[in-house]
């Protein structure tokens, strides 16, 4: 599976090792085939993309604290040693935000514990995971944006009390919202830098590196944005997991249920558990028994040799 992430546009040179003298097609192991995938794809390590959303408490005054929270956050993680950098958009309202990071795993859940340790993590009342997506094929863009949103109202009715079905509808319906969301903006980036290069090439004048500013295109991105009274409903939905459940899941090894709690009452007569009940000391308790000495004496007889012990 893992040899298929990326096609080769070019065959390799096959390698060959020398054993006992004899020419040998050299064997790739399932590591040199996922370090070249990962070489491909300029990556160091497999990039994950978790969504989550939550409620904020913040005073009206104070709406760009949240954004900061999280800025100085991941400003922290990629300033200091990670494997992989943390890159995507943070969409904050008034009284919600919708999170879609990408990272490698270990930068992500380093996210969540340093935003739990902060003192400020009281104002933050409810917080949902989405959706996770390990190892994806490329990210949506190559640096981390906060947008401030005045979104739309939905003019359906949510029931707030809705079965799985209808609620895994409206999940659908936030996840491809800010998957339309990113792919805009890449849109929007790219054809900044490709109207760049071509005023470098006929001026000969290098243009200033493009710096997202999500107020020049609101009109535009105001259609991805989710609809406020869809994250009311999914943060109270109760098939979104808490994502503080997520954090504290996470490094927890799992501890498989034994054959004595899933059976009761417990077949002794096939597993015999009073084998250990009294200790034993192998060397010490063993069972002895008196060696007798054997001595060999042949008696020349004229019919047979026999042996006699004494």
């Not at 040199?32 to 300029?42: K, P, V």
């Not at 997506?133 to 981390?144: A, C, K, L, S, T």
């Not at 939905?154 to 409206?170: A, F, H, N, T, V």
């Not at 991105?221 to 504290?248: A, D, G």
Request: net charge negative; proline share 6%.
């Amino acid at each position: 599976m893992a040899a298929r992430l990326f096609r080769r546009n070019k065959p390799r040179s096959r390698k060959y090792q020398i054993v006992l003298g004899v020419p040998e097609p050299a064997r790739d192991s399932l590591f040199d085939t996922i370090s070249e995938n990962l070489e491909q794809a300029r990556k160091h390590i497999y990039v994950n993309r978790i969504i989550y959303l939550g409620e904020h408490s913040f005073d009206p005054e104070e709406f760009n604290k949240v954004s900061e929270i999280f800025r100085d956050i991941v400003k922290e993680i990629n300033g200091s040693y990670n494997d992989e950098p943390l890159t995507g958009i943070f969409l904050h309202y008034k009284k919600y935000f919708v999170h879609m990071l990408e990272g490698s795993e270990d930068s992500i859940n380093k996210h969540f514990y340093l935003l739990m340790e902060d003192e400020v993590y009281r104002k933050f009342s409810k917080m949902k995971l989405v959706i996770l997506v390990n190892h994806i094929n490329q990210r949506f863009i190559n640096e981390w944006l906060e947008i401030p949103g005045r979104p739309a109202t939905l003019l359906e009715k949510i029931d707030p009390e809705c079965d799985m079905e209808k609620s895994g509808r409206y999940i659908f319906n936030c996840v491809q919202k800010v998957y339309q969301l990113s792919r805009e903006i890449r849109d929007i980036r790219k054809k900044y830098e490709e109207d760049a290069e071509s005023v470098d090439t006929k001026h000969g004048e290098k243009e200033p590196s493009f710096s997202f500013d999500s107020s020049i295109y609101e009109d535009v991105l105001k259609s991805y944005f989710p609809e406020i009274n869809l994250l009311q409903f999914l943060v109270q939905t109760r098939y979104l997991k808490n994502l503080v459940e997520y954090v504290n899941v996470y490094g927890n090894p799992v501890v498989p249920d034994t054959y004595q709690d899933e059976v009761w009452p417990i077949p002794t007569t096939m597993v015999p558990y009073s084998i250990f009940e009294k200790p034993a000391d192998p060397c010490i308790d063993l069972p002895t028994h008196k060696v007798e000495q054997v001595e060999e004496v042949l008696i020349t007889d004229d019919e047979n040799l026999t042996e006699i012990n004494v």
